[in-house]
């Protein structure tokens, strides 16, 4: 099944720097990419996705950026700030299943410095 | 914000005695998943419905795990038999749809079995 694998599991960062978080899956027939957040003791909360037929997605802050040939997404986060600090996890999932299960990565704990 | 609705918070059982939990999916959501999420940060999808229809449930979920989303009822996981590695965080998503519609999360209900 498909397997999803966060590089970096902390990364740490001035604040006003960039942030980016890697991310590669194995199913080539996988066409959704969510990325959610989640601070110490709360849910995970939607921040942003990308579907596959675009390579580049930007909402604020944030920008997705997807490279189907190398199985390849990344979460860039620019101009960061201390609530930005969290967990990051990325995910991965296939229409043709109809079920539109995800399956997500292990998670990268992004730490803000003032 | 979601607006998915966890209950309880936190449960306490003991092995071999059975836990339950609920959730309300955002209002319109005809889709409901539940992941378990370990002390890893390791996702495990166990089941999801489409109004009261199972969808997809994993082998796990067959034996011990029972769940269920009746008609304007709450849907609910039900763990028959709990046993020490169940302890984790459950988390129930909602969505419009099963084709790469974003799935909003609940807080979660956290599983300690003693």
């Known amino acids: 099944g498909e397997k999803v694998e966060q590089h970096e599991s902390t990364l740490s960062v001035r604040e006003g720097d960039s942030a980016v978080i890697n991310c590669t899956y194995t199913d080539t027939a996988s066409s959704y990419f969510p990325w959610y957040k989640q601070e110490a003791g709360k849910s995970l909360h939607f921040v942003i996705d990308i579907r596959s037929n675009v390579d580049r997605k930007q909402s604020q802050r944030l920008i997705v950026l997807l490279d189907k040939k190398a199985k390849r997404f990344s979460l860039h986060i620019t101009a960061t700030q201390p609530e930005d600090s969290a967990i990051y996890f990325c995910?991965?999932?296939?229409?043709?299943?109809?079920?539109?299960?995800?399956?997500f990565g292990t998670g990268t704990r992004l730490q803000v410095l003032p | 914000n979601s607006k998915v609705i966890q209950t309880p918070r936190y449960l306490v059982k003991g092995q071999g005695q059975k836990a339950k939990m609920r959730c309300i999916p955002e209002?319109?959501?005809?889709?409901v998943f539940w992941y378990q999420q370990n002390k890893n940060n390791e996702f495990k999808f166990l089941i999801n419905f489409q109004n009261q229809e199972v969808l997809q449930q994993i082998d796990m979920t067959e034996k011990r795990f029972s769940a269920e989303c009746p008609s304007n009822s709450p849907c609910s996981l039900e763990i028959q038999s709990s046993e020490a590695g169940d302890s984790a965080l459950y988390l129930c998503?909602?969505?419009?749809?099963?084709?790469?519609?974003?799935?909003?999360f609940g807080p979660g209900t956290r599983l300690l079995v003693l």
């Open positions: 998503a909602s969505s419009l749809g099963t084709y790469q519609d974003t799935q909003y």
């Open positions: 209002k319109g959501h005809p889709v």
């Open positions: 995910a991965a999932s296939r229409p043709s299943s109809n079920t539109n299960k995800v399956v």
